[in-house]
Nanobody, 125 residues
Framework: QLRLVESGGGLVQAGGSLRLSCAASGRAFSFYSMGWFRQVPGKEREFVAIIEWSTGRAVYSDSVKDRFTISGDGAKNTVDLQMSNLKPEDTAVYYC??????????????????WGQGTQVTVSS
């Protein structure tokens, strides 16, 4: 059974930084891409960033571009999200996601095959 496990969430003041990490465990598997989404109560899950291992291409949502950096190791199925200059509107549960195959609909949660359990990030003003 393949599992994604996130770590690194917490409480931080506005302007601060946090680093989230995600690692896959279980059976041997290679993702085409891995990424991060976030969700607040009452709203849909929102795309944050992904990285495609074969090309190294990283894509960010406009709301986090220039503040967040995604990185990782495709061979090890690990992905990190370095978050800087955090804002109160970044408060959410952050989910790690893995996709087995290429998709051009990278912003759509339904395209991803595996999900972590989520980690809470709270940014105080």
């Amino acid at each position: 059974q393949l599992r994604l496990v996130e770590s690194g969430g917490g409480l931080v003041q506005a302007g601060g930084s946090l680093r989230l990490s995600c690692a896959a465990s279980g059976r041997a598997f290679s993702f085409y891409s891995m990424g991060w989404f976030r969700q607040v109560p009452g709203k849909e899950r929102e795309f944050v960033a992904i990285i495609e291992w074969s090309t190294g291409r990283a894509v960010y949502s406009d709301s986090v571009k220039d503040r967040f950096t995604i990185s990782g190791d495709g061979a090890k199925n690990t992905v990190d999200l370095q978050m800087s200059n955090l804002k109160p509107e970044d408060t959410a549960v952050y989910y790690c996601a893995g996709d087995e195959d290429y998709t051009r609909f990278i912003h759509q949660p339904r395209e991803y095959d595996y999900w972590g359990q989520g980690t809470q990030v709270t940014v105080s003003s």
